[in-house]
C-alpha cells in the first residue's frame, strides 16, 4: 500500500511541473485500519466482534495518535515534508479520515486521487 501513495504522491508532485521531493517522511502507522470489513481482504481482525474488538473510538483514537505523530515529526524536522510516505493504511478512506484530522487537515488538499500538499 504505500508505494501505492508514494507512486500517488510523486505522480503529483511531478504533474505539478515541480522538481522532485527533497525531504521524504516515512512512518508505518501499524495496522490504521477501520472498522468495516474490506471484501477480499483479511482484515476481520479489526473489526467489532474480531479477535482485537476493534471498535469506533479506537478507531478514531488511532487516527487522533497517527496524526499528532504525523504533525510532530513535522514540527521536529524544522523544515517542509514533500512527500509523507505511510505504511499499513486499510484503504483510501482511512487515509482520508486521518488527513481531515485537526492535527494535520490545514496541511493537505484532496487532489486527483492524491494528497498534495497545499
Known amino acids: 500500500m504505500w508505494r501505492i501513495i508514494l507512486y500517488l504522491c510523486l505522480h503529483g508532485v511531478l504533474s505539478?511541473?515541480?522538481c522532485l521531493a527533497q525531504h521524504v517522511l516515512f512512518y508505518n502507522v501499524e495496522n490504521l485500519f477501520d472498522t468495516l470489513h474490506d471484501?477480499?481482504?483479511?482484515?476481520?481482525?479489526?473489526?467489532?466482534?474480531?479477535?482485537?474488538?476493534?471498535?469506533?473510538?479506537?478507531?478514531?483514537?488511532?487516527i487522533r495518535q497517527t496524526a499528532r505523530a504525523i504533525r510532530s515529526s513535522i514540527n521536529t524536522v524544522g523544515q517542509n515534508i514533500d512527500i509523507i510516505a505511510l505504511a499499513e493504511v486499510e484503504n483510501r478512506s482511512v487515509l482520508i479520515d486521518l488527513a481531515k484530522h485537526k492535527a494535520i487537515s490545514?496541511?493537505?488538499?484532496?487532489?486527483?486521487?492524491?494528497?498534495r500538499q497545499s
Request: aromatic letters at 16%; a positive charge.
Open 16 to 18: 505539478m511541473n515541480q
Open 39 to 62: 471484501r477480499g481482504k483479511n482484515d476481520h481482525a479489526f473489526t467489532p466482534n474480531g479477535g482485537y474488538e476493534y471498535n469506533t473510538p479506537i478507531y478514531y483514537l488511532k
Open 106 to 115: 490545514g496541511l493537505w488538499t484532496l487532489a486527483s486521487g492524491a494528497l
